[in-house]
């Protein structure tokens, strides 16, 4: 058996309740029940909320920092690129097989050194701000 309760309801919502327990297959406590049930719900949702609020505010503040790290990165890798390309004149036909080769060599020495950086937990940008000028290129 299910406990029974005295409800006060003002005026407005008593008809609004009549109304909608008029219709067939609804009753007054099944009405009532059901908008306890999603109240009672939403409160729980909103002390979730109000615990998780800090960390996520914290979350969405470093999503923005790197977000506007990832626009510095990628248009200075852009303005290099420019620049690199208007400085740098075509060679002739006769040097561009010698110069893939120096190329290919220097990217993959490239590729290496960033490798060995990464795996040893070391960061370009932190050896510039740690010595104040760039440092000089690792073999």
């Not at 909320?49 to 626009?71: C, F, G, M, N, T």
């Not at 075509?90 to 990217?107: K, T």
């Amino acid at each position: 058996m299910k406990p029974r309760h005295n409800l006060y309801l003002d005026d407005v919502i008593t008809e609004q309740l009549e109304a909608l327990a008029s219709r067939p297959g609804s009753s007054k406590s099944a009405i009532v029940a059901d908008a306890l049930r999603a109240w009672l719900a939403r409160r729980a949702a909103n002390e979730i909320d109000d615990l998780l609020r800090v960390r996520l505010d914290r979350i969405s503040a470093q999503l923005h920092r790197i977000e506007r790290d990832q626009r510095i990165v990628t248009e200075s890798l852009g303005l290099f690129i420019r620049y690199q390309l208007t400085v740098t004149p075509p060679l002739p036909e006769s040097e561009q097989a010698a110069a893939r080769a120096v190329g290919q060599d220097r990217f993959q020495a490239f590729i290496d050194q960033v490798g060995r950086r990464m795996a040893g937990g070391r960061s370009f940008a932190e050896d510039v701000r740690s010595r104040g000028s760039v440092p000089e290129a690792a073999s």
